[in-house]
Each structure stands twice: as structure tokens, then as C-alpha cells.
């Protein structure tokens, strides 16, 4: 891809929601926020199962986000160095989630800074192009922040922040506007259990479209049938991705929500400054 198709697709959220305005006639007999509404996929932690995400989002001409714990690429129950290979191929983000999963804040400095700077590293050597990162289990500090930053991340996804629609809370936020907030403090939707519903997921998009529009992320573990307390059934999966593929809301890569060319990664002695 030339450098002028890949700023052609990195267009902001902002830039994105100004064109559907300025194309947006009057006269449409379907006044929606649907066009609004955009719907980014995502993946954590590797999962060996997520390969069953990457044959369903094939199969509906959707892309995702997956964010990988470079570390654990290859063990039992993960993803191997093929299959994130060929999730990258067929189009997906491959994000960085640390080498270890570890609760980042209870780290010192120097570890969280080897766990997200190494990661990137690891990702960039295997020739992926990470521009976003996911806190494992959502927890940072302000230290996880400017590393994360320094470490020449665009942006970072917390877990969870956005309200289900079973949550009355008159000030709770339904999806997140990447114009106005920090894009390192990118809030999610719960993350999905598998107890989760396909009315369920489509709520989520249905609430943001009357609240206005904006992003709405989901995040899932694992594609299984009740393996894990983080899971949602293949076949739930698969019926959602099909209701969004035919919703018009747009689905995109969180890489290319928030924007950013990639960035190089720092050398050892300069992150370390
Ligand atoms: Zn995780």
C-alpha cells in the first residue's frame, strides 16, 4: 500500500463522522444514527479458539482488533505463530497486550516498560504493524501511560467504561467519541461472558445509534461453548457478525478509528530514559 492509500484509510473518527454528515441527505427515508454508529471487533489474550473469530469475520467481510500477548504465541491454547499470521494476512490489526499479561500497576517501572516496549518490539520483529495496545485487565497508572505512549503506541483500550443498556444510569457514557477522549483511556463495552445473548450484542449498537452514535467497541476472550467465564458461543458470534455486516454501521479497526501512521519503535536505551 502506498503511503497516501494508507493515510486514506487512517481517517479519524471525527474526519469519518464529518463526511456521513456532509453526505447525509434530508430526504433519506431511514433518518438513522446508524451511519453514525461505528463498531470496532476485538480480541484479547491470543486464544487458541479466536482463530474461529478470524473464519467468521472471513466469512462476513469484517476485519478485527486482536491484541496479542507476544510471549504466549505458540503455548497450549494459544494462537500459533501461523494463525496470528494469518489473521494479519486476511486483513485484522494485531495489537500489543504485553508479553505476560501481568497487572501492570503492581509493576516497577522498569518491568512495565520492559513488558509493553519488548511486546511492541516482538510484534514489529515479526512484521506486524502495532499501533494500538490493550491494558491487560484493563489496569494502568500514570507511569503504564506515558510508557505506553513512549513506546510508540497510538493508542490504548481500557476494559469495560461504556454502560449496557440494562444499566439505567442517566450520566453513563454508551459508546466513546475518540475526538474528545484521551486516546489512551479508550473505554469498551463489559467484556463479553458467555452467558451473552445475540440480543444482547445488538443492544449495544441499538443504544449507541439513540444515544448519537460514536464508537462502540466489543471485547471478546474466547469463541467456545461455555470453556471459559470470557466467551461467547461460535454461533452467537457468527449470527452477530452477520446482523452487523447487513446493519450499515460501519466496522473498522480500532487502529483506524483513533488514527496515527505507525510509529517506530524506541531502542532500548532511549524507552528507558
Ligand atoms: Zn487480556
Known amino acids: 500500500m502506498t503511503l497516501s492509500a494508507s493515510r486514506c484509510v487512517a481517517v479519524t473518527l471525527a474526519a469519518l463522522l464529518a463526511l456521513v454528515t456532509a453526505c447525509g441527505g434530508k430526504d433519506d427515508q431511514k433518518p438513522s444514527n446508524a451511519a453514525k454508529t461505528v463498531v470496532s471487533l476485538t480480541f484479547d ?90 491494558y491487560p485487565y484493563g489496569l494502568f497508572d500514570a507511569r503504564t501511560l506515558a510508557i505506553v505512549r513512549g513506546c510508540g503506541y497510538n493508542n490504548a483500550r481500557r476494559s469495560g467504561g461504556l454502560a449496557p443498556p440494562s444499566n439505567p444510569c442517566p450520566t453513563c457514557a454508551r459508546s466513546e467519541n475518540p475526538g474528545t477522549t484521551d486516546p489512551y483511556r479508550l473505554r469498551t463495552l463489559p467484556a463479553v461472558r458467555r452467558s451473552v445473548t445475540l440480543e444482547t450484542l445488538k443492544s449495544y449498537v441499538r443504544q449507541a445509534e439513540q444515544h448519537g452514535g460514536g464508537l462502540v467497541t466489543y471485547e471478546f476472550h474466547n469463541i467456545c461453548d461455555s470453556c471459559d467465564e470470557f466467551s461467547v458461543r461460535a454461533g452467537v458470534l457468527d449470527q452477530f457478525l452477520g446482523w452487523v455486516a447487513a446493519s450499515g454501521v460501519s466496522v473498522r479497526l480500532f487502529g483506524d478509528v483513533v488514527g496515527g501512521d505507525l510509529r517506530p519503535a524506541p531502542q532500548p536505551a532511549q524507552a528507558s530514559k
Open 45 to 134: 489474550d491470543a486464544w487458541a479458539t479466536q482463530a474461529v473469530a478470524g473464519d467468521l469475520l472471513r466469512k462476513h467481510r469484517l476485519v478485527g482488533t486482536f491484541y496479542i500477548i507476544s510471549d504466549f504465541v505458540g503455548r497450549p491454547k494459544r494462537l500459533t505463530k501461523a494463525q496470528v499470521g494469518a489473521l494479519a494476512a486476511a486483513g485484522n490489526e494485531i495489537g500489543g497486550h504485553t508479553l505476560t499479561h501481568p497487572r501492570l500497576p503492581t509493576l516497577s517501572e522498569a518491568a512495565q516498560r520492559r513488558e509493553i516496549c519488548d511486546d511492541r518490539r516482538a510484534l514489529l520483529a515479526m512484521g506486524y504493524k502495532p499501533r494500538s495496545f490493550a
